[in-house]
């Protein structure tokens, strides 16, 4: 089995061909890819078929897999598959829906809301629409490099108030599909402070941590102070050569890297054609500042 690595975009994302994620992966084949998802965020499997238990098993090689907090949309066989879908269970608008329905149509890293947010989140297409309901992915690492330097000194030691109930009073509340938080939900995600500059474990790059989606403002900044730095850094963050956007064939696995990319899907499809996904989501540290 050869392993080949081709890039995808100037700042993110590699495709990986010749592997079959079902079958027993070695461990030089392995490293290939960890090596591949460290140095492009993003990597992309294309034609492959796996199941429940082969995805959460693939997962595991990268870390701990996590269960989602909405225990509504996790896989009852298989709690740390969480579905995003816009299937109900008998096939009707009315019914009782399978997945999350309108997941992620907002910028964010996945659970940057936690102390200890996901390392990498992995997506197993089984359902597209005939076209549109791509999902986008913006590099970190290159907005940053691409800050002046009085900027980036600025933003260096600040911190970022991140808040899942954020996204509920912002994006989620106009969702029919999502009931508000239970307080127990509410208070399994307080508040958490993160560095608005990290640094990746694995390579060392410094990357922006902040999203439209959970962060709520920056720290020891006045309200408008922070709103405005923020808009900056979400306008900067997501100019177009940042950007790559992913069009999704049946079989595609993607998996990429929340601690170097923001992403988003693409709300611009037909709701009566299936989309059908399965995800799985890996457990990471706690980030550690930059500088
Ligand atoms: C997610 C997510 C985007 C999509 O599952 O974390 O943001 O395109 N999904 O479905
Ligand atoms: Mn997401």
Redesign the pocket.
Known sequence: MTVVVSRLSGHLGAEIQGVDLASELSNAAFAQILDAFNAHSLVVFRDQTLDPAQQVAFSRRFGPAIEHLLEGFRMAENPEV?V?SNLTEDGTPKGKPKG?IY??QYW?S?LSYMAEPAMA?M?HAKRVPSAG?D?MFAAMHAAYDALSDPMKAFLSGLTACHDYTHAYETVFSKLPNRPPMTDEQKAKVPPVDHPVVRRHPATGRPALFVNPGFTRRINGLAEDESRAILDFLFTHTTRHEFVHRHHWRPGDVVMWDNRALM????ADYDMSEARH?H?TTIAGDAPVAAG
């Open positions: 969480f995003v999350a997941a992620g964010h996945d989140s997506l309901g999902t992403h988003r899907a693409v996904m995800r």
